[in-house]
């Protein structure tokens, strides 16, 4: 159990809002941004790579936050696949960010219920 974790949900999915705010804005930048849609990249390989390293940042944070391996690779593919949506215009940044923090609502209720 990490060390957030002990200090109860509303502390850990707060620290998860937090990280998640840092991936998405600050250390994402107009590279990753704009490379990670399919539809705006330069090349296959550059989205590729580029929505692969916002999720590995992702799946940083929420591994710092949790402790937890696991949920650092579940949020690594699930931060793709909402993301790989949202660029294919299946919906806008609204759905989009509730998905995310969905996501981290569903690690804090595994995490303080195990």
């Given at each position: 159990?990490?060390?957030?974790?002990?200090?109860?949900p509303?502390a850990?999915?707060a620290?998860?809002?937090?990280m998640?705010a840092?991936?998405?804005?600050?250390?994402?930048?107009?590279y990753?941004?704009?490379?990670?849609?399919?539809?705006?990249?330069?090349s296959?390989s550059?989205?590729?790579?580029?929505?692969?390293?916002?999720?590995?940042i992702h799946?940083?944070g929420v591994?710092?936050?949790?402790?937890?391996?696991?949920?650092?690779?579940?949020?690594?593919?699930?931060?793709?696949l909402i993301?790989?949506g949202k660029?294919e215009?299946k919906?806008g940044?609204?759905i989009?960010?509730?998905l995310?923090l969905?996501?981290?609502?569903?690690?804090?209720?595994?995490?303080?219920?195990?």
């Amino acid at each position: 159990m990490s060390l957030l974790a002990q200090q109860g949900p509303l502390a850990l999915f707060a620290a998860f809002v937090v990280m998640h705010a840092l991936a998405d804005f600050p250390l994402q930048g107009d590279y990753l941004a704009s490379q990670k849609s399919r539809r705006h990249a330069d090349s296959r390989s550059d989205w590729i790579v580029a929505l692969s390293a916002h999720c590995a940042i992702h799946a940083g944070g929420v591994w710092l936050v949790s402790g937890s391996l696991a949920f650092a690779a579940a949020e690594f593919l699930l931060h793709g696949l909402i993301d790989l949506g949202k660029g294919e215009a299946k919906f806008g940044i609204g759905i989009d960010q509730s998905l995310h923090l969905c996501c981290k609502l569903a690690y804090v209720l595994l995490l303080v219920n195990t």
